[in-house]
Protein backbone atom coordinates (compact mmCIF):
# COMPACT_ATOMS: atom_id res chain seq x y z
CA UNK A 1 0.00 0.00 0.00
CA UNK A 2 1.60 3.19 -0.99
CA UNK A 3 -1.37 5.77 0.49
CA UNK A 4 0.81 8.49 0.49
CA UNK A 5 2.52 8.64 -3.41
CA UNK A 6 -1.15 8.26 -4.73
CA UNK A 7 -2.48 10.94 -3.15
CA UNK A 8 1.12 12.93 -4.14
CA UNK A 9 0.34 11.84 -7.90
CA UNK A 10 -3.66 13.17 -7.81
CA UNK A 11 -2.63 16.42 -6.57
CA UNK A 12 -0.21 17.08 -8.62
CA UNK A 13 -2.38 16.25 -11.64
CA UNK A 14 -5.05 18.25 -10.65
CA UNK A 15 -3.09 21.39 -10.24
CA UNK A 16 -1.33 20.99 -13.65
CA UNK A 17 -4.68 22.20 -14.94
CA UNK A 18 -4.33 25.37 -13.07
CA UNK A 19 -2.20 27.45 -15.03
CA UNK A 20 -0.30 29.56 -11.69
CA UNK A 21 0.67 26.78 -9.98
CA UNK A 22 2.89 26.25 -13.10
CA UNK A 23 3.42 22.67 -14.34
CA UNK A 24 6.15 21.39 -11.78
CA UNK A 25 4.41 21.10 -8.41
CA UNK A 26 2.73 22.81 -5.67
CA UNK A 27 3.53 26.59 -4.55
CA UNK A 28 3.94 27.20 -1.00
CA UNK A 29 0.42 28.07 0.17
CA UNK A 30 1.43 30.54 2.55
CA UNK A 31 2.64 32.24 -0.70
CA UNK A 32 -0.41 32.12 -2.22
CA UNK A 33 -2.58 33.31 0.02
CA UNK A 34 -0.39 36.26 0.39
CA UNK A 35 -0.39 36.95 -3.40
CA UNK A 36 -4.04 36.67 -3.54
CA UNK A 37 -4.53 38.86 0.11
CA UNK A 38 -2.53 41.54 -0.12
CA UNK A 39 -4.46 43.86 -2.70
CA UNK A 40 -7.14 43.34 -0.60
CA UNK A 41 -5.50 43.48 2.83
CA UNK A 42 -4.75 47.02 1.25
CA UNK A 43 -8.25 48.23 1.57
CA UNK A 44 -8.75 47.40 4.77
CA UNK A 45 -7.39 50.64 6.05
CA UNK A 46 -9.49 52.84 3.56
CA UNK A 47 -12.33 51.06 5.42
CA UNK A 48 -10.97 51.33 8.81
CA UNK A 49 -11.26 55.29 8.01
CA UNK A 50 -15.01 54.71 7.34
CA UNK A 51 -15.52 53.05 10.80
CA UNK A 52 -13.65 55.97 12.77
CA UNK A 53 -17.20 57.80 12.08
CA UNK A 54 -19.37 54.98 13.10
CA UNK A 55 -22.15 56.06 15.21
CA UNK A 56 -22.07 54.94 18.77
CA UNK A 57 -25.43 52.96 19.94
CA UNK A 58 -25.07 52.33 23.76
CA UNK A 59 -27.22 49.78 24.70
CA UNK A 60 -26.95 50.62 28.11
CA UNK A 61 -28.14 54.07 29.09
CA UNK A 62 -27.23 56.37 31.91
CA UNK A 63 -29.75 56.98 34.54
CA UNK A 64 -31.65 59.69 33.52
CA UNK A 65 -31.78 63.02 35.44
CA UNK A 66 -34.43 64.55 34.09
CA UNK A 67 -35.43 66.29 37.51
CA UNK A 68 -32.14 67.80 38.28
CA UNK A 69 -31.20 68.37 34.65
CA UNK A 70 -29.80 72.38 34.92
CA UNK A 71 -31.68 74.58 32.58
CA UNK A 72 -31.48 77.25 31.14
CA UNK A 73 -33.77 79.87 33.02
CA UNK A 74 -35.11 82.13 30.89
CA UNK A 75 -37.65 83.79 33.54
CA UNK A 76 -39.18 82.52 37.05
CA UNK A 77 -42.45 84.12 35.47
CA UNK A 78 -43.29 84.53 32.22
CA UNK A 79 -41.11 81.78 29.63
CA UNK A 80 -41.03 83.95 26.83
CA UNK A 81 -39.61 85.33 23.56
CA UNK A 82 -37.61 88.07 25.35
CA UNK A 83 -35.05 86.36 26.75
CA UNK A 84 -31.50 86.30 25.81
CA UNK A 85 -30.37 83.11 24.50
CA UNK A 86 -26.64 82.37 26.35
CA UNK A 87 -24.47 79.97 24.12
CA UNK A 88 -26.05 76.37 22.46
CA UNK A 89 -25.10 73.45 23.92
CA UNK A 90 -24.01 71.18 21.99
CA UNK A 91 -26.59 67.97 21.44
CA UNK A 92 -24.31 64.69 20.37
CA UNK A 93 -27.32 63.07 19.55
CA UNK A 94 -28.08 65.31 16.41
CA UNK A 95 -25.23 63.56 14.69
CA UNK A 96 -26.53 60.05 15.46
CA UNK A 97 -29.47 58.63 12.96
CA UNK A 98 -30.36 55.74 15.69
CA UNK A 99 -31.04 58.66 18.36
CA UNK A 100 -32.62 60.50 15.82
CA UNK A 101 -35.02 57.97 15.14
CA UNK A 102 -35.63 56.68 18.62
CA UNK A 103 -36.42 60.69 19.12
CA UNK A 104 -39.31 60.34 16.51
CA UNK A 105 -40.51 57.31 17.98
CA UNK A 106 -40.99 59.35 20.84
CA UNK A 107 -42.23 62.12 19.35
CA UNK A 108 -45.17 59.96 18.23
CA UNK A 109 -45.71 57.69 21.28
CA UNK A 110 -45.64 60.67 23.55
CA UNK A 111 -48.04 62.56 21.41
CA UNK A 112 -46.41 65.50 20.64
CA UNK A 113 -48.08 64.56 16.93
CA UNK A 114 -51.79 64.86 18.68
CA UNK A 115 -50.76 68.98 19.12
CA UNK A 116 -48.03 69.61 16.42
CA UNK A 117 -49.03 66.86 13.58
CA UNK A 118 -45.52 65.40 12.33
CA UNK A 119 -44.03 68.72 12.21
CA UNK A 120 -46.42 70.40 10.38
CA UNK A 121 -48.53 72.21 13.69
CA UNK A 122 -52.12 71.57 14.56
CA UNK A 123 -53.41 72.96 18.24
CA UNK A 124 -49.76 73.45 18.31
CA UNK A 125 -47.49 75.66 16.20
CA UNK A 126 -45.64 73.78 13.51
CA UNK A 127 -42.40 72.59 14.20
CA UNK A 128 -40.88 72.63 10.42
CA UNK A 129 -40.89 76.33 10.05
CA UNK A 130 -38.57 78.53 10.62
CA UNK A 131 -40.11 80.55 13.21
CA UNK A 132 -39.22 79.90 16.78
CA UNK A 133 -41.52 81.47 19.59
CA UNK A 134 -39.26 79.83 22.53
CA UNK A 135 -35.82 79.52 20.49
CA UNK A 136 -34.34 77.45 18.61
CA UNK A 137 -31.00 76.10 20.33
CA UNK A 138 -31.11 72.90 21.80
CA UNK A 139 -31.43 73.64 24.99
CA UNK A 140 -33.96 75.88 24.45
CA UNK A 141 -36.10 73.22 22.24
CA UNK A 142 -35.34 71.18 25.68
CA UNK A 143 -35.88 73.35 27.99
CA UNK A 144 -39.63 74.13 25.99
CA UNK A 145 -40.11 70.53 26.63
CA UNK A 146 -39.44 70.36 30.09
CA UNK A 147 -41.25 73.77 31.54
CA UNK A 148 -44.27 73.64 29.29
CA UNK A 149 -45.32 76.74 27.65
CA UNK A 150 -47.93 78.97 28.84
CA UNK A 151 -50.38 78.88 25.98
CA UNK A 152 -51.17 75.20 25.74
CA UNK A 153 -47.57 73.17 25.83
CA UNK A 154 -48.11 70.52 28.73
CA UNK A 155 -44.85 70.53 30.61
CA UNK A 156 -43.23 66.90 30.52
CA UNK A 157 -41.12 67.55 33.69
CA UNK A 158 -40.11 64.38 35.40
CA UNK A 159 -42.20 62.02 32.35
CA UNK A 160 -39.62 61.75 29.91
CA UNK A 161 -35.64 60.80 31.41
CA UNK A 162 -33.26 62.93 30.18
CA UNK A 163 -32.18 60.80 27.15
CA UNK A 164 -34.86 60.46 25.37
CA UNK A 165 -35.31 64.56 25.60
CA UNK A 166 -32.18 65.10 24.20
CA UNK A 167 -33.45 62.53 21.54
CA UNK A 168 -36.38 64.42 20.75
CA UNK A 169 -34.67 67.43 20.74
CA UNK A 170 -32.76 66.24 18.36
CA UNK A 171 -35.52 64.83 16.24
CA UNK A 172 -37.43 67.97 16.45
CA UNK A 173 -34.32 70.35 15.09
CA UNK A 174 -34.01 67.74 12.51
CA UNK A 175 -37.93 68.66 10.99
CA UNK A 176 -36.30 72.39 10.11
CA UNK A 177 -33.31 71.29 9.00
CA UNK A 178 -31.17 72.44 12.09
CA UNK A 179 -30.04 68.71 13.05
CA UNK A 180 -27.12 67.15 11.30
CA UNK A 181 -28.40 66.31 7.10
CA UNK A 182 -26.31 63.56 6.85
CA UNK A 183 -27.70 61.49 9.92
CA UNK A 184 -31.31 62.79 9.91
CA UNK A 185 -34.42 60.42 9.22
CA UNK A 186 -34.77 59.82 5.30
CA UNK A 187 -38.31 57.81 5.19
CA UNK A 188 -41.52 58.74 6.62
CA UNK A 189 -43.86 56.21 7.80
CA UNK A 190 -46.66 58.62 7.42
CA UNK A 191 -48.34 60.54 4.94
CA UNK A 192 -46.67 64.36 5.40
CA UNK A 193 -46.33 67.14 3.16
CA UNK A 194 -43.00 68.52 2.42
CA UNK A 195 -39.18 66.88 2.59
CA UNK A 196 -38.01 63.95 4.63
CA UNK A 197 -35.81 65.18 7.72
CA UNK A 198 -32.95 64.54 5.71
CA UNK A 199 -33.68 67.13 2.57
CA UNK A 200 -35.23 69.65 4.58
CA UNK A 201 -33.21 72.69 3.23
CA UNK A 202 -32.14 74.70 6.64
CA UNK A 203 -34.20 77.89 6.58
CA UNK A 204 -32.80 81.29 8.82
CA UNK A 205 -34.75 80.41 12.24
CA UNK A 206 -35.73 83.37 14.04
CA UNK A 207 -37.42 83.92 17.20
CA UNK A 208 -40.86 85.04 16.47
CA UNK A 209 -42.31 87.69 18.87
CA UNK A 210 -46.10 87.09 18.05
CA UNK A 211 -47.77 83.81 18.79
CA UNK A 212 -48.58 81.22 15.95
CA UNK A 213 -52.26 82.17 14.58
CA UNK A 214 -54.74 79.07 15.91
CA UNK B 1 -40.36 20.28 34.73
CA UNK B 2 -37.44 20.54 32.87
CA UNK B 3 -36.99 22.62 29.42
CA UNK B 4 -37.45 19.00 27.20
CA UNK B 5 -40.80 19.23 28.63
CA UNK B 6 -42.30 22.72 28.79
CA UNK B 7 -40.77 24.15 25.54
CA UNK B 8 -41.08 20.74 23.00
CA UNK B 9 -42.63 20.11 20.13
CA UNK B 10 -42.13 16.38 21.12
CA UNK B 11 -44.51 17.01 23.89
CA UNK B 12 -47.77 17.56 22.42
CA UNK B 13 -50.43 19.79 24.60
CA UNK B 14 -53.16 20.23 21.60
CA UNK B 15 -54.17 18.24 18.69
CA UNK B 16 -51.44 20.83 16.18
CA UNK B 17 -48.89 20.16 17.80
CA UNK B 18 -49.97 16.29 18.05
CA UNK B 19 -49.99 15.85 14.52
CA UNK B 20 -46.80 17.73 14.06
CA UNK B 21 -45.31 15.75 16.46
CA UNK B 22 -46.54 12.76 14.79
CA UNK B 23 -45.26 13.89 11.42
CA UNK B 24 -41.76 14.07 13.19
CA UNK B 25 -41.72 10.73 14.14
CA UNK B 26 -42.35 9.50 11.10
CA UNK B 27 -39.58 11.45 9.33
CA UNK B 28 -37.60 10.28 12.48
CA UNK B 29 -37.66 6.48 11.91
CA UNK B 30 -37.99 6.74 7.62
CA UNK B 31 -34.73 8.50 7.95
CA UNK B 32 -33.28 6.71 10.86
CA UNK B 33 -33.51 3.56 8.87
CA UNK B 34 -32.20 4.94 5.71
CA UNK B 35 -29.54 6.22 7.59
CA UNK B 36 -28.51 2.85 9.07
CA UNK B 37 -28.52 1.16 5.88
CA UNK B 38 -26.44 3.55 4.06
CA UNK B 39 -23.80 3.37 6.80
CA UNK B 40 -24.05 -0.68 6.66
CA UNK B 41 -23.65 -0.60 2.72
CA UNK B 42 -21.02 2.06 3.57
CA UNK B 43 -19.34 -0.24 5.66
CA UNK B 44 -19.17 -2.99 3.16
CA UNK B 45 -18.13 -1.54 0.29
CA UNK B 46 -14.94 0.14 2.72
CA UNK B 47 -14.31 -3.46 3.83
CA UNK B 48 -14.43 -4.98 0.78
CA UNK B 49 -12.30 -2.61 -1.21
CA UNK B 50 -9.15 -2.27 1.29
CA UNK B 51 -8.14 -5.07 -0.09
CA UNK B 52 -8.34 -4.14 -3.59
CA UNK B 53 -6.21 -1.02 -3.36
CA UNK B 54 -3.38 -1.65 -5.98
CA UNK B 55 0.17 -1.58 -4.69
CA UNK B 56 1.70 0.15 -8.05
CA UNK B 57 1.21 4.25 -7.62
CA UNK B 58 1.10 4.82 -11.21
CA UNK B 59 -2.15 2.61 -11.51
CA UNK B 60 -5.46 3.83 -11.18
CA UNK B 61 -6.85 3.75 -7.38
CA UNK B 62 -10.05 2.20 -8.97
CA UNK B 63 -9.31 -0.42 -12.09
CA UNK B 64 -12.03 -0.16 -14.75
CA UNK B 65 -15.31 -2.54 -13.50
CA UNK B 66 -15.86 -5.43 -15.72
CA UNK B 67 -18.85 -5.03 -18.16
CA UNK B 68 -21.04 -7.07 -16.25
CA UNK B 69 -20.42 -5.46 -12.86
CA UNK B 70 -20.99 -1.88 -14.52
CA UNK B 71 -24.45 -3.19 -15.65
CA UNK B 72 -25.68 -4.09 -12.47
CA UNK B 73 -24.84 -1.50 -10.55
CA UNK B 74 -26.32 1.08 -12.88
CA UNK B 75 -29.76 -1.30 -12.05
CA UNK B 76 -29.01 -1.09 -8.34
CA UNK B 77 -28.71 2.81 -8.74
CA UNK B 78 -31.45 3.18 -11.06
CA UNK B 79 -33.74 1.14 -8.44
CA UNK B 80 -32.43 2.97 -5.63
CA UNK B 81 -33.41 6.51 -7.19
CA UNK B 82 -36.37 5.48 -7.77
CA UNK B 83 -37.15 4.12 -4.26
CA UNK B 84 -35.75 7.45 -2.97
CA UNK B 85 -38.23 9.82 -4.83
CA UNK B 86 -41.09 7.54 -3.60
CA UNK B 87 -40.37 7.57 -0.26
CA UNK B 88 -39.61 11.68 -0.67
CA UNK B 89 -43.28 11.47 -2.13
CA UNK B 90 -44.58 9.43 0.83
CA UNK B 91 -43.32 11.77 3.49
CA UNK B 92 -44.49 14.87 0.99
CA UNK B 93 -48.42 13.13 1.45
CA UNK B 94 -47.82 13.01 4.67
CA UNK B 95 -46.79 16.60 4.96
CA UNK B 96 -49.35 17.24 2.72
CA UNK B 97 -51.84 15.90 5.31
CA UNK B 98 -50.38 17.13 9.08
CA UNK B 99 -50.73 20.61 7.45
CA UNK B 100 -54.22 20.43 6.27
CA UNK B 101 -54.58 18.89 9.83
CA UNK B 102 -53.29 22.05 11.21
CA UNK B 103 -54.71 24.92 9.06
CA UNK B 104 -58.24 23.12 9.07
CA UNK B 105 -61.35 25.45 8.92
CA UNK B 106 -61.69 27.20 12.06
CA UNK B 107 -64.09 27.30 14.42
CA UNK B 108 -66.54 30.16 13.95
CA UNK B 109 -67.02 30.37 17.91
CA UNK B 110 -63.72 30.09 18.62
CA UNK B 111 -61.82 32.28 21.67
CA UNK B 112 -60.24 35.09 19.52
CA UNK B 113 -56.84 36.44 21.06
CA UNK B 114 -54.80 38.94 19.28
CA UNK B 115 -51.52 39.16 19.58
CA UNK B 116 -49.12 41.82 18.43
CA UNK B 117 -45.28 41.69 18.72
CA UNK B 118 -43.31 44.83 20.39
CA UNK B 119 -39.32 44.85 20.58
CA UNK B 120 -39.14 42.55 22.61
CA UNK B 121 -42.93 41.46 24.61
CA UNK B 122 -46.07 40.34 23.44
CA UNK B 123 -49.26 42.22 23.50
CA UNK B 124 -52.11 40.04 24.13
CA UNK B 125 -55.55 41.27 24.17
CA UNK B 126 -58.62 38.50 24.27
CA UNK B 127 -61.81 40.04 21.98
CA UNK B 128 -64.73 40.44 22.66
CA UNK B 129 -67.84 42.09 20.66
CA UNK B 130 -68.02 44.30 23.73
CA UNK B 131 -64.48 46.88 23.99
CA UNK B 132 -65.41 47.12 28.11
CA UNK B 133 -65.05 43.41 28.35
CA UNK B 134 -61.62 43.62 26.07
CA UNK B 135 -58.48 42.08 28.29
CA UNK B 136 -55.30 43.26 27.88
CA UNK B 137 -52.49 41.80 29.21
CA UNK B 138 -49.00 41.05 28.22
CA UNK B 139 -46.52 38.13 28.35
CA UNK B 140 -49.30 35.43 29.53
CA UNK B 141 -51.23 33.48 27.62
CA UNK B 142 -53.89 31.76 29.56
CA UNK B 143 -56.05 29.81 27.13
CA UNK B 144 -59.22 26.74 27.96
CA UNK B 145 -58.25 23.15 27.13
CA UNK B 146 -60.48 21.82 24.80
CA UNK B 147 -61.64 24.95 23.11
CA UNK B 148 -60.80 26.38 19.70
CA UNK B 149 -58.26 29.14 19.67
CA UNK B 150 -57.81 31.42 17.36
CA UNK B 151 -55.16 33.89 17.42
CA UNK B 152 -54.64 37.19 15.73
CA UNK B 153 -51.23 38.29 14.74
CA UNK B 154 -50.02 41.65 14.33
CA UNK B 155 -46.44 43.36 14.62
CA UNK B 156 -45.94 47.25 15.35
CA UNK B 157 -42.26 46.79 14.53
CA UNK B 158 -40.46 44.20 12.78
CA UNK B 159 -41.23 40.94 11.95
CA UNK B 160 -41.51 38.59 15.05
CA UNK B 161 -42.54 34.67 15.20
CA UNK B 162 -45.11 33.11 17.62
CA UNK B 163 -43.60 29.91 18.63
CA UNK B 164 -45.12 27.77 21.22
CA UNK B 165 -43.58 24.81 20.45
CA UNK B 166 -46.02 21.84 22.69
CA UNK B 167 -48.85 24.28 21.14
CA UNK B 168 -48.43 24.34 17.46
CA UNK B 169 -46.09 25.63 15.06
CA UNK B 170 -44.21 28.57 14.03
CA UNK B 171 -46.60 31.63 12.87
CA UNK B 172 -44.74 35.02 11.92
CA UNK B 173 -46.46 38.22 12.94
CA UNK B 174 -45.87 41.06 10.32
CA UNK B 175 -45.67 44.84 10.59
CA UNK B 176 -48.86 45.26 8.53
CA UNK B 177 -50.39 42.45 7.72
CA UNK B 178 -52.04 40.72 10.38
CA UNK B 179 -51.96 36.86 10.44
CA UNK B 180 -53.88 34.26 11.79
CA UNK B 181 -53.33 31.01 13.30
CA UNK B 182 -55.19 28.02 15.73
CA UNK B 183 -54.97 25.57 18.00
CA UNK B 184 -57.08 23.59 20.57
CA UNK B 185 -55.70 22.65 23.69
CA UNK B 186 -55.94 19.36 24.85
CA UNK B 187 -54.19 18.92 28.16
CA UNK B 188 -53.53 21.32 31.32
CA UNK B 189 -49.90 22.63 31.53
CA UNK B 190 -47.32 25.40 31.54
CA UNK B 191 -45.59 26.08 28.75
CA UNK B 192 -42.82 28.22 27.32
CA UNK B 193 -43.21 30.68 24.16
CA UNK B 194 -40.60 32.05 22.50
CA UNK B 195 -39.99 34.60 19.43
CA UNK B 196 -38.85 32.64 16.93
CA UNK B 197 -37.89 35.39 13.77
CA UNK B 198 -34.51 37.38 14.67
CA UNK B 199 -35.67 40.84 15.96
CA UNK B 200 -33.23 42.93 17.09
CA UNK B 201 -31.03 42.80 20.38
CA UNK B 202 -33.27 41.16 22.88
CA UNK B 203 -34.73 38.28 20.27
CA UNK B 204 -33.38 35.53 22.41
CA UNK B 205 -35.65 37.57 25.67
CA UNK B 206 -38.79 37.47 24.12
CA UNK B 207 -40.68 34.90 25.30
CA UNK B 208 -44.42 34.40 27.30
CA UNK B 209 -45.60 31.99 29.69
CA UNK B 210 -47.96 29.86 27.83
CA UNK B 211 -50.92 28.53 30.52
CA UNK B 212 -53.50 25.97 29.00
CA UNK B 213 -55.97 25.57 32.49
CA UNK B 214 -59.66 23.93 32.51
CA UNK B 215 -62.37 25.70 31.49
CA UNK B 216 -63.57 26.73 35.05
CA UNK B 217 -59.82 28.10 35.76
CA UNK B 218 -59.86 29.98 32.72
CA UNK B 219 -62.99 32.10 33.37
CA UNK B 220 -61.59 32.74 36.42
CA UNK B 221 -58.80 34.19 35.42
CA UNK B 222 -60.14 36.01 32.33
CA UNK B 223 -63.30 37.71 34.85
CA UNK B 224 -60.36 38.52 37.31
CA UNK B 225 -58.28 39.96 34.21
CA UNK B 226 -61.24 42.32 33.10
CA UNK B 227 -61.65 44.01 36.59
CA UNK B 228 -59.80 47.29 36.89
CA UNK B 229 -56.51 47.77 38.98
CA UNK B 230 -57.84 46.82 42.92
CA UNK B 231 -57.54 50.17 44.68
CA UNK B 232 -54.77 50.59 46.93
CA UNK B 233 -55.31 49.42 50.64
CA UNK B 234 -52.21 50.41 52.76
CA UNK B 235 -50.90 54.29 52.48
CA UNK B 236 -47.55 52.71 51.27
CA UNK B 237 -49.78 50.83 48.60
CA UNK B 238 -51.45 54.42 47.85
CA UNK B 239 -47.83 56.33 48.17
CA UNK B 240 -47.02 53.83 45.34
CA UNK B 241 -49.73 54.81 43.35
CA UNK B 242 -48.89 58.35 43.28
CA UNK B 243 -44.95 57.37 42.54
CA UNK B 244 -46.21 55.73 39.15
CA UNK B 245 -48.57 58.29 38.13
CA UNK B 246 -46.04 61.17 39.03
CA UNK B 247 -43.04 59.80 37.38
CA UNK B 248 -42.46 58.54 33.72
CA UNK B 249 -44.18 55.24 34.14
CA UNK B 250 -47.33 57.00 32.89
CA UNK B 251 -45.80 57.56 29.28
CA UNK B 252 -45.94 53.97 28.41
CA UNK B 253 -47.80 51.87 30.74
CA UNK B 254 -51.38 51.64 31.24
CA UNK B 255 -53.21 50.84 34.78
CA UNK B 256 -57.04 50.32 34.37
CA UNK B 257 -58.65 52.83 36.46
CA UNK B 258 -55.86 54.79 37.22
CA UNK B 259 -54.92 57.63 34.51
CA UNK B 260 -52.00 55.59 33.15
CA UNK B 261 -53.55 54.90 29.75
CA UNK B 262 -49.72 54.98 27.48
CA UNK B 263 -49.22 51.72 25.28
CA UNK B 264 -45.68 51.96 24.60
CA UNK B 265 -45.12 48.96 27.46
CA UNK B 266 -47.04 46.42 28.81
CA UNK B 267 -49.98 46.66 30.78
CA UNK B 268 -49.47 46.57 34.44
CA UNK B 269 -53.05 46.44 35.46
CA UNK B 270 -52.63 43.13 36.79
CA UNK B 271 -48.81 43.08 37.05
CA UNK B 272 -49.03 40.98 40.58
CA UNK B 273 -50.37 38.32 39.34
CA UNK B 274 -48.35 37.32 36.27
CA UNK B 275 -45.52 34.93 36.72
CA UNK B 276 -42.39 36.48 35.01
CA UNK B 277 -41.72 39.64 34.20
CA UNK B 278 -39.82 41.34 31.28
CA UNK B 279 -40.93 39.06 28.51
CA UNK B 280 -40.45 35.73 30.80
CA UNK B 281 -37.19 36.53 31.38
CA UNK B 282 -37.16 37.37 35.04
CA UNK B 283 -39.02 35.56 37.74
CA UNK B 284 -41.89 37.86 39.32
CA UNK B 285 -40.56 38.19 42.23
CA UNK B 286 -39.94 42.01 44.27
CA UNK B 287 -35.91 41.85 43.77
CA UNK B 288 -36.09 41.49 40.36
CA UNK B 289 -39.10 43.65 40.15
CA UNK B 290 -36.92 45.90 41.96
CA UNK B 291 -33.98 45.91 39.70
CA UNK B 292 -35.88 45.56 36.63
CA UNK B 293 -37.59 49.38 37.39
CA UNK B 294 -34.33 51.29 38.41
CA UNK B 295 -32.57 49.76 35.49
CA UNK B 296 -33.96 47.55 32.94
CA UNK B 297 -31.12 47.69 30.54
CA UNK B 298 -29.01 46.42 32.83
CA UNK B 299 -31.01 43.16 32.84
CA UNK B 300 -32.08 43.39 29.59
CA UNK B 301 -29.46 45.66 27.31
CA UNK B 302 -30.90 47.56 24.68
CA UNK B 303 -34.72 47.44 26.40
CA UNK B 304 -37.24 49.99 25.05
CA UNK B 305 -37.61 50.92 29.28
CA UNK B 306 -35.18 53.66 30.40
CA UNK B 307 -33.54 53.55 34.03
CA UNK B 308 -35.84 55.20 36.55
CA UNK B 309 -33.85 57.14 40.00
CA UNK B 310 -36.27 57.44 42.23
CA UNK B 311 -35.55 57.49 46.40
CA UNK B 312 -35.73 53.73 48.39
CA UNK B 313 -39.25 54.61 50.48
CA UNK B 314 -40.67 55.39 46.32
CA UNK B 315 -39.49 52.98 45.37
CA UNK B 316 -40.82 50.24 48.37
CA UNK B 317 -44.17 52.19 48.05
CA UNK B 318 -44.27 51.25 44.35
CA UNK B 319 -42.82 47.93 44.85
CA UNK B 320 -46.00 47.59 47.32
CA UNK B 321 -48.39 48.73 44.86
CA UNK B 322 -47.35 46.45 41.77
CA UNK B 323 -47.35 44.04 43.80
CA UNK B 324 -50.84 44.28 45.31
CA UNK B 325 -52.37 44.39 41.19
CA UNK B 326 -53.30 41.08 41.78
CU1 LIG C 1 -37.67 37.88 17.83
Redesign the pocket.
Known sequence: MNWKTNSRTARTATCRSCRPFGPHGVRHPAKTLLGTCLPYSLLLPVLLLFSCEREERPLVVQPPLAQDASLPQISDLVPGPKHNKGPSVANPDENNSWMMAEGKRFYEAYNCVGCHAHGGGGMGPALMDEKWIYGYEPQQVYATIVEGRPNGMPSFRGKISNDQLWEIVAYVRSLSGLANQWAANARDDHIKGGSPPNSIPEGTPHNSSEPQPR | MSAAEFQSALNPAASESAHIAHLWWIFFWVTLVIFALVAVFLFIAILRNLRRVPDDPERAIIPEPAQATESRATKVVSALVVITVLILFALLIGDFFTGNAIYATPDPKALAIKVTGHQWWWEVQYQDPQPSEIVTTANEIHVPVGKAVKLELQSTDVI??FWVPNINGKKDLVPGHPTTTWFTARRAGEFRGQ?A???GEQ?AH?RMVFVAEPPDAFSNWLSAQKKPAPEPSSDSQRRGREVFLASQCVMCHTIQGTKARATLGPDLTHIGARKMIAAGELPNTRGYLAGWILNAPALKPGVRMPPNQMSADDLNALLDYLESLK
Open positions: HSCEYCHM
